[in-house]
């Protein structure tokens, strides 16, 4: 399944396996990443995901640019980026979980 799909208990899942979690039916009730900021808002704060409003109201987009830690740098100093990945939901908790699910697995999920 394509991460920018997943929403409710499968992107919660998905979060959750992407935590090093063996997660069960019982304690997939308990964590909620994408609709709980007491969950969710832990990774998007250790991970540095950087959250925005699109233009409507009903979109958010959450994301980041990883540099690469080769220590490639170019003329400018600056590091190049080694990977960027952003995602959209209806809610920044569900455009970070998609981002951070991607991260750790790509843009599809099996």
Partial sequence: MEVSKLEGAM???WVARAEGMSPSQESQMRYMPSTDWADGGKIIE???IAVTRGDATTVWFAGWQASS???DENLDGFRRVA???WHSGSTP???AMRAFVDSK???KVA
């Fill in 105 to 107: 697995f790509g843009p």
């Fill in 69 to 71: 830690d080769a220590g």
């Fill in 93 to 95: 908790l569900i455009a």
């Fill in 83 to 85: 990977a960027e990945c």
């Fill in 11 to 13: 992107l919660d899942y």
């Fill in 46 to 48: 250790r991970e540095g």
